[in-house]
């Protein structure tokens, strides 16, 4: 019997944050499931850019909206239901905080220092990935 090779399904997401009292904090969100906390990411949508899709994603999951920054800032890959997916992650400053968004229903979001944020995801990659705040210091100095 020979294997099937798995495709590799493509996504884009961000890492929403914002400054407060001089410090980077994260924006997390839960599965909609409850059950982990995770980053706003999902598929690359028909006719958008990977990070206009990602600022959309934000919109619909997390309830915020800021400029999504057009450099990707890293990649991690999962798998979910036999399937495996690779997340191509960017900046999202926040400039706008929703009270009512399309998910709100049915996620919790919550504001945590990076290493905080980088504890409660499960994926290892992606706790490298949010550890990396010299990047989104870096990213501030270029504004």
């Given amino acids: 019997m020979t294997r099937k090779a798995n495709k590799v399904l493509q996504q884009s ?12 904090e994260v924006l997390l969100i839960t599965t909609r499931s409850r059950q982990g906390w995770v980053i706003p990411k999902g598929g690359l949508c028909k006719g958008m850019s990977p990070h206009d899709s990602a600022a959309k ?3 619909e999951e997390a309830g915020v909206v800021g400029r999504v920054t057009t450099e990707e800032l890293g990649n991690y890959k999962y798998r979910k239901r036999g399937n495996t ?3 191509n992650l960017f900046l999202l400053p926040v400039e706008i905080i929703l009270e009512d968004w399309p998910e709100a229903t049915a996620r919790e979001r919550k504001w945590l220092e990076v290493n905080q ?3 409660l995801v499960k994926e290892t990659s992606l ?5 990396n ?3 989104i210091d870096q990213y501030m100095t270029n504004i």
């Fill in 13 to 24: 997401g961000v890492i929403p944050y914002r400054i407060n009292d001089g410090k980077v």
């Fill in 57 to 59: 994603e934000a919109w």
């Fill in 85 to 87: 997916y690779q997340v």
């Fill in 117 to 119: 944020a980088a504890e």
């Fill in 127 to 131: 706790k490298k990935i949010i550890q």
């Fill in 133 to 135: 705040s010299w990047k």
